[in-house]
């Protein structure tokens, strides 16, 4: 029954998959063997009741998964999209909290590409599907709560030589974001009840994390993101400055990089310092 009514192409179909096979085979013309007809409705008709409830809560999470996206595209224009997407990805886990990871994917392969038509509008709903997962990926998944970090002391006791051979350790609920638009300012005005456009298209670097089970995100410059990526990535301080093209003001460079460091701590980013011999 499972395999019949969670099937993307409908109840008919589901019963002549293989997995529903696998259990019982019969074709669908034989359901009445083990699903008795009602007075006023088929066997088939009674299996597509349960089909439609499958769907409807699966879209009722979606909704829940991504309820700016919701908003922005209108709520049967989204549930358009939702369909299709569960067609494409049905769901394949016994929780729900993976249903919608594919969902700025999904809206990725299906937009067309139209060299006459302007595309800001589909590329800016992939970001901000893009954002919506990330704060609940990072809000579900684990975090550094009650786990000592990394304080802009620490860093200040480390000598010039030990600063840049150092690698930082990241929390597990860091992520770095680069998109396209900068859909966390529409993101929070629709949150706090606004109704903005959607904001132009402009290169957008976010970091994203938890702290206190609180989802927290904030802006990078773009040299900013480069060096933090690098470091996320393992790189040593020292390697992550070296992939930073020297810029002409050295002491306002020197300048951003300390107040870039005192942010990271600040907002829990890392939660250790490794030293070659550690």
């Known amino acids: 029954m499972q395999s019949v009514i969670s099937n993307p192409a409908g109840v008919a179909e589901g019963i002549a998959s293989a997995d529903a096979r696998e259990a019982i085979d019969l074709a669908p013309a034989g359901v009445e063997q083990v699903i008795a007809r009602s007075q006023q409705q088929t066997s088939i008709e009674r299996l597509e009741i ?73 590329d800016f709903l992939v970001d901000l599907a893009t954002l919506e997962w990330c704060f609940s990926e990072v809000f579900d998944g684990p975090g550094a709560e009650n786990q000592p970090l990394l304080s802009a002391a620490e860093l200040k006791e480390l000598s010039p030589d030990a600063w840049a051979a150092a690698r930082l350790v990241p929390v597990p609920c860091l992520r770095i974001l680069q998109l396209d638009f900068p859909v966390q300012t529409y993101y929070r005005a629709i949150r706090a009840g606004g109704e903005p456009p959607p904001p132009d298209r402009a290169p957008t670097w976010l970091a994203i ?63 250790a310092v490794l030293l070659p011999s550690s």
């Open 50 to 122: 349960y089909a439609g409830a499958y769907y409807a809560r699966l879209l009722e999470c979606l909704r829940a998964e991504y309820p700016i996206m919701a908003q922005a595209m209108g709520a049967e224009l989204f549930d358009e999209f939702a369909v299709e997407y569960l067609r494409r990805y049905p769901s394949q886990s016994y929780t729900l909290n993976e249903l919608g990871s594919r969902f700025a994917q999904f809206l990725a392969e299906t937009r067309p590409n139209s060299p006459d038509e302007d595309d800001s509008w589909l």
């Open 209 to 271: 994390s938890r702290r206190n089970y609180v989802v927290r995100h904030f802006t990078l410059a773009p040299e900013e993101a480069q060096i933090l990526q690098a470091i996320v990535a393992g790189r040593t301080i020292g390697e992550a400055l070296a992939q930073v093209s020297p810029p002409a003001e050295v002491d306002s460079f020197a300048a951003d990089l300390e107040r870039w460091f005192q942010q990271w701590t600040a907002e829990g980013l890392f939660s």
